[in-house]
Structure formats: structure tokens, C-alpha cells
């Protein structure tokens, strides 16, 4: 086993392992213990062929057509023709990370052993992932019902030479892409072209990828709380643990525990009797550790599935192959809309926390923290960039589950939508990411102006001098733009 090799035994991916595979570029292998079922699982459908039985994709159509028998000597035709028809995908690539994890779930599916494809398949994608290799995967066209077809087609036309990919920043075709790394295109046998379709790896990396990320952003709206109740001169009773292990949310707790951190060594917050700050921060630790558990809810829910079969029919032994509907995408589906109602959530009290900060009745600092007010406007439009985007972020939270298309000839008359709200996710997630970049600015802005840069605690102290690192002070109006976008890319970078 190479030293940074991760070893699938279609059992043992978390969301650990899964962010060192797609944003480390870890390698991947397969257990021995795994490879057995594989071939076991693959000698199954052998046998199958040689029976001559009737079993549902392997010697039959697909959907619909499933009453079509298919003669032996069509059933790899059948397979390579299911992956080209299935190639239907439109929109924007899917980003390297998003396909790498895609492949990894792939390998981790067929390690399990239930799905009748042989090793040779799996080395491939194997390789592709240990050598770089990315299969360009279009964002739409998937409705999450027998998997992401469309998406996991793109992705195994390049097995086949065809589609295209990147390899070293350069775009090539499927061909070259496999002879880069010294590959001949597959010739696919019964089952395996269905087994590459089934399942819901598209929906499931961006579930991972994005709760990965915005477990990161609970700390960030943490910080930006802190660094609010800095200038506002919050209470920190508000902070204390026994209101807080009087309602013992998890994530309630861990949020208020982290906010008081930041704001050890302070001289501006105090013990207020009688005085009680606004919800956007008293409230603070509540609604973001709500956010928090919905975070661990879904953590628990996507580890399950990146460990699940959801192929169909799934091989079990010779007289055991049973068709199901493992590949729905339902407990994905609701659980990225779960994440995208969560997630607008931290941007809206976010919202409320910048209008304070601008807002002279309620900063005591000048209007919009504009040096020169009347003449420059400060920070006036960017409250209405992260007004729009919340705005933007409470439509996107629509839940896209409910929805329902029949397709296949009403065949596949129920699907989850769950590629649709993987993709509003992603966009809530950008969207936050700016929102929290323009109250990391009005900050930085407000420290500033109220000359406390000795009195806020050592931990904001840090926080203020990274984004002054890169963004100066707003003396006179300037573009903002930019600095937006600075302040984003600090975010996006885990710079904090």
C-alpha cells in the first residue's frame, strides 16, 4: 500500500478521508478482502449468462424496455450503448473535487461486492483518480431517481474513450486521456454499464463536499459574532454556559463555547445587568448551532450513503438477484435541502448584523462607517450586495424534493430532484461565503473607525490583522468590489 494510499473496503469512507481523496489528491486502493467479493460478484453474473436466465439489465432492456430480451452477443453492445444514450448532461463542468469525489464513491460502491462488475472496470477509475485524470461531468441533467444518470454516464464515456477530460490542465478526449496514463478504451460485459449508471455518487460528493465546507462556516459566523459584540460592546452573559446547558443543544453549546473563546482577553465586553443585546447577537449561538446539528444530522445521513450500495439489480449469489430502488436519491435529496434551509439561515442573521454595524442610531459610529459621510457613501451598497444574496439564498431554500416528473413512460414515475438541490446548495454556499466577507469587512471597518485595536481580544486581533493583510481601510469611497472578492478568496482559503 503506497504511504498516501487510502485502502475502500466499501465500508470505511468518512467525511475525513473523503476531504484528504478530493482536495489532498490522495490515492485510492482497493482492500483485498474487497477484491474477492468483486470477483465473486463478477463470476455471479458469469454464471448468469451461461444459464441463459432472464435477470433484469443483463439480459434485458432498461426502464421501460425492460421486457426487451437481449440476445449474448449483444449484451456488452447493449451496456456501451446505455452509457452513450445516458450522455445527456448540459451546463457547466462539475469542479475536479466534485469528480473525484464522484469517482472515489464509485470504487467504494463496487468494493462492497453486490454489484457483478469486474476488477478490470474499477482499476480504471482507480487509475484515473491516483493519476489525475478528470472526466469532464456536466451539472445538469440528473433527477436523482435511478442515480445520476446523466452525470455518471459523462464521467464513464471516458473509460470508453469517448467524452472528454482534463489531465495537467489541459483539456483532451477520452481517447487521449486514457493513453496519457496507458490505457486502451474498455469493452463493458453484461451488467457493468448499468452498474456505472446506478446510484447517486453526483448528489452525494456535492452533499459531502458542501458539508465539509460549511462546517467551516459555522465557525466563521461564530467569529463574525464575536467580532461584532467587539464594537457593539455586547454582553457577555449572554455567553454563559448554565443558559446554555440549560437548553443542552450540542450544537448550541459548542457554538456559544466558540464565540467566548474569541472574545477571551477582551476589554470590551463586560457583564451588563439589565442590559440585553439584539437577537442577531444574543441570539447568535442558538441559531448557528442549530445550524450545527443540522450539519452533524447530515454528516451522519451522508456517511451512510457513500458506504451504501445503490446499484439495481444487486448480485447476492446465483439464485439471489433482487431488483430494488436503492439508487433513489431521497435520503440525499432531503438532506441537501435540509442543508440549504440551514445554511440561509446564517446568512440572514448575518444580514441583520452588518445593518447594525451601519446603522449610526445603532453602531454610535458615522452613517454606513463612510469617512466623510454625505460625500462618501462607505459601505451603503454592500449591505444591499448581502441583501440580495440573502434575498437569493431564502428563494433558493425552496426545498427541490417535493418536486416530481415522470419519466421512462412513467416507468420511473417518482424522482427525488436531488441533483437540483445539490446545485442550490452550492450556490447558497458561494452566497455565504460573500455575505460573510462584507460583515468581515464592516468589521475590520468599525474597529477602525472606533480606534479599539488595543482593547478587542488577542483571537480578534489576529482575525482583523489577516483581512488588513490584504484589504486596507476605506478612507475616501473606492470600488468595492474587489475588496469583496479579497475577503471571499480569504474565506474560501481557510485563511481564518
Do not use: W
Not at 440528473?142 to 442515480?147: C, P
Not at 454528516?299 to 433513489?328: A, Q, R
Request: net charge negative; aromatic share 4%; charged share 20%.
Amino acid at each position: 500500500m503506497h504511504e498516501d494510499s487510502f485502502a475502500l473496503n466499501g465500508d470505511n469512507l468518512t467525511l475525513d478521508n473523503f476531504k484528504s481523496i478530493t482536495q489532498c489528491n490522495s490515492n485510492v486502493e482497493l482492500t483485498l478482502s474487497s477484491q474477492n467479493r468483486i470477483e465473486h460478484s463478477a463470476n455471479i453474473v458469469q454464471e448468469i449468462l451461461n444459464s441463459n436466465k432472464r435477470i433484469y439489465g443483463i439480459t434485458t432492456g432498461f426502464g421501460y424496455l425492460q421486457e426487451v430480451n437481449i440476445s449474448l452477443s449483444d449484451v456488452g453492445i447493449l451496456q456501451e450503448n446505455l452509457i452513450k444514450s445516458h450522455a445527456a448532461g448540459i451546463g457547466p463542468n462539475f469542479s475536479k473535487e466534485i469528480v473525484r469525489g464522484i469517482m472515489a464513491l464509485q470504487i467504494n460502491k463496487f468494493a462492497k461486492g453486490y454489484s457483478g462488475i469486474r476488477s478490470e472496470v474499477i482499476e480504471y477509475l482507480i487509475k484515473f483518480l491516483n493519476h489525475g485524470i478528470t472526466p469532464n461531468v456536466p451539472s445538469k441533467g440528473s433527477l436523482g431517481a435511478s442515480g445520476d444518470l446523466a452525470p455518471l454516464a459523462h464521467l464513464s464515456l471516458v473509460l470508453l474513450g469517448r467524452g472528454s477530460a482534463s489531465f495537467s490542465n489541459r483539456q483532451m478526449s477520452g481517447l487521449e486521456a486514457l493513453s496519457e496514463i496507458g490505457l486502451k478504451p474498455l469493452k463493458l460485459v453484461a451488467k457493468e454499464g448499468l452498474a456505472l449508471l446506478n446510484g447517486t455518487q453526483a448528489m452525494t460528493s456535492i452533499a459531502a463536499l458542501s458539508t465539509i465546507e460549511s462546517l467551516y462556516l459555522v465557525k466563521i459566523a461564530n467569529i463574525c459574532t464575536a467580532l461584532s459584540m467587539e464594537v457593539h460592546q455586547g454582553n457577555i452573559d449572554s455567553l454563559h454556559p448554565l443558559i446554555h446547558q440549560a437548553r443542552p443543544h450540542t450544537g448550541q453549546i459548542r457554538s456559544a463555547e466558540s464565540i467566548h473563546k474569541h472574545l477571551e482577553g477582551s476589554k470590551r465586553i463586560k457583564q451588563l445587568i439589565g442590559h440585553q443585546d439584539s437577537y442577531s447577537l444574543r441570539c447568535a449561538p442558538v441559531v448557528h448551532g442549530a445550524v450545527y446539528d443540522t450539519l452533524e444530522h447530515a454528516k451522519k445521513i451522508i456517511e451512510i450513503e457513500m458506504n451504501s450500495s445503490t446499484d439495481n439489480p444487486l448480485i447476492f449469489s446465483t439464485e439471489t438477484v433482487l431488483s430494488g430502488g436503492n439508487f433513489h436519491g431521497e435520503p440525499i435529496a432531503l438532506i441537501l435541502d435540509f442543508l440549504a434551509i440551514a445554511l440561509t439561515e446564517l446568512g440572514t442573521i448575518a444580514e441583520r448584523r452588518i445593518e447594525r454595524l451601519l446603522n449610526p442610531s445603532l453602531s454610535k459610529l458615522p452613517p454606513f462607517l463612510s469617512s466623510g459621510s454625505g460625500l462618501n457613501s462607505g459601505f451603503m451598497i454592500a449591505q444591499y450586495t448581502a441583501a440580495a444574496l440573502v434575498s437569493e439564498n431564502k428563494q433558493l431554500a425552496t426545498p427541490a424534493a417535493v418536486d416530481n416528473i415522470p419519466v421512462s413512460a412513467n416507468q420511473e414515475d417518482h424522482v427525488s430532484m436531488g441533483m437540483n438541490s445539490a446545485n442550490k446548495l452550492r450556490q447558497i454556499i458561494n452566497n455565504l461565503q460573500n455575505i460573510f466577507a462584507i460583515e468581515l469587512l464592516c468589521v475590520a471597518q468599525a474597529i477602525d473607525m472606533a480606534e479599539i485595536h488595543e482593547d478587542i481580544s488577542p483571537k480578534n486581533k489576529e482575525i482583523f490583522t489577516k483581512i488588513r493583510e490584504s484589504i486596507s481601510f476605506l478612507d475616501k469611497d473606492r470600488e468595492l468590489s474587489p475588496d469583496i472578492e479579497k475577503c471571499t478568496a480569504l474565506i474560501q482559503n481557510h485563511s481564518f
